[in-house]
């Protein structure tokens, strides 16, 4: 084929939009459908890794702590609607007299909306920023997000009246009136879902072509010379990861609607280390790849835990293995050389 | 932060083509400190006991170029270090035009006016030549200023300026990771000339050159030193005699001998050192 | 009235040392986790995820070799023990010698991605041991002359297995010290992790010693894993349960010292077993991964690091 880097990149755009707005939804029935919105909503953390992890070097194994925060208050907000007006069933069993005070926000929408997008980002910014001020290593960063997303869990966990516990959140109804459980609900949500990805996989791709973009490869491999040209490389960091982090809680949500379900098990170690490969398998220097990555490793997910549950996890470690030892740059990259495509 | 300021800045420097320095305007602390530009005093750094600079006192004059030699060990580099905020002094003070500078960041230094090039090059292997010189625009150094950041004209011409000082015109689309390690330092201190520093910190800027290359060098240090105040590690005592009017001698952290080169190289403790051990 | 309180004192006392006690057994199990792990990250850099997995082969091991004495040497179940532990030992170190060497050289110097592979081998692992064993729990007989304790006092009694798995820790601990600054072998590891070129020049076989410096933290998994089935049931699950807190004391005690990584994992343990004992167990966990947040904002490179000239 022979592209320059910059063709190859929009008809990967132009490719990803034909998918998910064209073929999936013609092709595919409600229940698969509705396992690729699904997918989706991890592809939505997959490209803030992309982002972080792939162009700046920030590795964060704790995403599923946002990831959650974006599906518990979606599902928070579900929850009060369609347990209205008496107080959700599980807070009953748990002998929970009323409602929690951080609870009672949630039964608006236009709260919940921003919440999800706004409060990772006092968050993510101050967590992050005094950390990469101080210098930490990229290690120590790690580790610290899945010692954080680790004890979330424990507390989450620990609160069963509050939080669900390790049930979590379910049984949803509607959205505003809306019915979400029903086939053309689903569908609804699926287009609402895929023009929010497109959104954040465009702004992404703009955001890497900007300068900014050339200064987070830059502090990545030199963060040393980007300081001595004047930079605060932390700020840069810090406001890389909120970006990500944000984009993790859209994520939530999304994944909220979408399977009618929030457990603890999303915000901790596993789920966060997984959405990695996501990334890491797509390619983490591709937007589109994250997005491609999260589907295809998600289905294959589905497959095997159902018919050869046992060999998952084999899938999985080797996945992780492959990726990293055979092709650092994902599938992306294999894609590049078929077509030809000039790096 | 935004593009006018970066416009304007390159308007006015663009009206001066017989040096790079933009304009500079009368610093009323420089008055205050007498001329110059840096101030060190009792400066001492010590890691675990060991002290890599030991009350040193030393002071540099504004548009002044002044070469710092001595055997290996003696602290030079540490004193570029301190000097740009890489390492903190154990204590004493470096005052930048009357600011003092072991307080602030690395990047905060940079901001006032100080850059460094490094011993070995550093420069973004992965980014072309323009690309390394464009991420060195003063000013633009916010994050909402580097993602709506438009490569103007002024800025393209500056780019093209300053490659042409370096003698990198005809590289300027090359990966910077292809040059040679000649055109690598010679980038380096381009970055630093778009940086459009006050005080220029350059680290054994030869290390490495053919002697051609070393003499080209030379005539760059002694165009861009208009204006600018350069201070200068070296061991090639060649180049040294080339471009220096100052030399200071650094031994074991501290001073040693300070003057002309010729002061320098008949004083008797200089001799000793270098050759008596 | 007087004899009262006193009684009370000691009653106290003895409290106090039970729990101090108490701490100490997870103390053990941490130090040599972290041991092995800060030696492997220490001086090698390598972050190996599945460090937890390689102590839970050595908790394996164990109950094979304690089913395998069970039946066919009744008689000796005495000392199989010393047979586990030493044989934990030399298969973890064997398994470490073959990963090093086959694996975790390919991704020196690039330290994230070395997490992400071993962290995708420690779940190819746990599935392993789940087709193998099964995924429920698996424990190991009491030995005989281990069960009981010891009472100095009334109200002091400290059970016998534990004093056995304290003094064990220390011999290793003590060992590891030794092997590392007394030996020759020990004085070429720690020239291989601070110079490598120059080492190399000198004539040190650099590949030998990063196999064997990775094997050595491995054995001393295997060595933890074999205690821990002193005090708890193996489920593929267990390697799990110690990596992070593992990693948690390396870092927290400074990672290129032995002397940090040994008083962090005491303070980490003591302050565990303490909070339980207040708290919930969970918000124990929370209060400890904050105030080692706040301590490593503090001092990133651990307490008990010294400033390196970078």
Known sequence: MNLSAKQGEKFAHAGLALLLLGLLPLALGPYWLNLVGKYLAFSFVAVGIVLAWGYCGILSLGQGVFFGFGGYAMAMFLKLEASAPELPDFMVWSSVEQLPFWWEPYSSFGVTLASIFLVPIPVAFIFAYAIFRKRVSGVYFAIVTIALSMTLVVLNIGQQGETGGANGITDFSTLLGFDIIDDAGKKAIYWVEVALLLTATTLAALLLHSRFGKLLIAVRDREDRVRFSGFDTAMIKAFIFTVSAVLSSVGGAMFALQAGLVTPSLIGAVTSVELVIYAAVGGRLSVVGAVVGALLVGFTKSYLSEHYPETWLFFLGGMFIFVVWVLPNGLADLFRKILRVKT | MDNALVTTHFAVASQRPESIAASQPVNAKSTLMNGKILSIEALTVSFDGFKAVDGLDMSIDENELRVVIGPNGAGKTTLLDMICGKTKPTSGSIRFRGTELSKLSDYQIVRLGVGRKFQTPSIYEDLTVAENLEISIPQVHGVWASIFFRRTKEVRERIAYVAEEIMLKDHLRMKSGKLSHGQKQWLEIGMLLMQDSDLMLLDEPVAGMSPREREETAELLKRIANGKSLVVIEHDMDFVRSIAKKVTVLHQGRLLSEGSVEEVQNDPRVIEVYLGH | ?310
């Open chain 3, 1 to 310: 009235m007087p004899t009262t309180s006193i009684k009370e004192a000691i009653v106290t006392f003895g409290i106090l040392v039970m729990q101090l006690f108490n701490g100490l057994s997870l103390f053990t199990i941490l130090l040599l986790m972290a041991l092995g792990l800060a030696i492997v990250f220490g001086l090698m850099g390598v972050i190996n995820m599945a460090h937890g997995e390689i102590m839970a082969m050595g908790a394996y091991t164990t109950y094979l070799t304690a089913s395998f004495f069970e039946r066919h040497l009744p008689g000796l179940m005495d000392v199989y023990l010393f047979v586990a532990i030493l044989l934990a030992f030399c298969v973890t170190f064997a398994f470490g010698y073959l990963l090093e060497r086959g694996f975790i050289r390919w991704f020196y110097h690039r330290p994230l991605d070395t997490l992400l592979a071993t962290w995708g081998l420690s779940l190819i692992l746990q599935q392993t041991y789940r087709s193998v064993f099964g995924a429920q729990e698996v424990s190991v007989p009491l030995t005989a002359w281990l069960s009981g304790a010891w009472e100095p006092t009334e109200s002091i009694q400290l059970p016998l297995n534990r004093i056995f798995i304290v003094a064990l820790t220390i011999l290793v601990t003590l060992g590891v010290w030794y092997i590392l600054h007394k030996t020759r072998w020990g004085l070429r590891a720690r020239a291989v992790t601070q110079n490598r070129a120059m080492s190399s020049a000198v004539g040190i076989d650099t590949n030998r010693v990063d196999a064997l410096i990775f094997a050595l933290g491995s054995g001393l998994a295997g060595i933890a894993g074999s205690v821990f089935t002193m005090v708890g049931s193996t489920n593929p699950g267990t390697g799990q349960l110690y990596i992070v807190d593992s990693f948690i004391v390396v870092v927290f005690g400074g990672v290129a010292s032995l002397l940090g990584t040994a008083a962090s994992s005491f303070l980490i343990a003591q302050m565990q077993t303490t909070l339980e004992y207040l708290m919930s167990g969970s918000m124990a966990k929370v209060a400890i991964l904050l105030l080692v947040i706040t301590v490593l904002y503090f001092r990133p490179n651990g307490l008990f690091a010294s400033k390196v000239r970078t």
